[in-house]
């Protein structure tokens, strides 16, 4: 069973972790009134690519030998590299979804007084849950020495971040207007800005809700 390979094992623990910490914050955060739900059918295949991908074939690949046409070697000092980048994109899953507290939701939805969020990880970054999910995949690849099981994840969430994170950012605009344009000139999406953001003719304060309905889209980066 693949799941005594050292690697792997940590692999799985990994993934238990993960689940209990998105577990904790669904039932933190169930109590709090949606006021916008975008979930449409793009939204809704898109999580359908990620699930199985994320949360099927790793178990697949560690308990059964399904999968074992895609097994291929990969040596243990790149296995323990992916180790430690799970570490960190554990430690950047549980920090966003802190620092989002009752303004996290598992898809593109507004709570009722909704706040924009630009302190902790959000102060550098506007998509450090997505930045941790990029890791965790980059991780699962060079972790579980099998095709399927370590690579399908990244096409599938490329996909869902790629669709995704336009329409979350105009969603956040018509929310908050310049108060999220503002944010998003001093931030970047996966990667912390090096560079000193230009001034903006007209610079507003960063606002910590809504202030008015913006009909343009954020700066693309
Ligand atoms: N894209 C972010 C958040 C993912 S959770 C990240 O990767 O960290 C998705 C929900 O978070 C969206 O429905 C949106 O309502 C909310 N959201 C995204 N950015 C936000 C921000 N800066 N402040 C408050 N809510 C935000």
Known sequence: MNLLQPPNAVFFIGLVVQFMIRHHFIQRTKSEKKTVRQVDLIEKILL????PAALLFPPLYCFTPLLSF????LASSIRWAGAAIMIASLWLFMRSHVDLGQNWSVSLELRQDHQLVSHGVYRWVRH???ASIWLWGLAQGMMLANWFAGWAVIPAFAAMYFIRTPREERLMCEEFGD????????????FPRLTKAAEPA???ELAAGPVSNGESSPPAR
């Open 48 to 51: 359908a690519a990620v699930l």
């Open 70 to 73: 895609a097994d291929y070697e």
């Open 128 to 130: 450090p849950m997505y």
């Open 179 to 190: 108060g999220y344009r503002e944010y998003a000139r001093l931030t970047g999406r996966l």
């Open 202 to 204: 007209h610079a507003p």
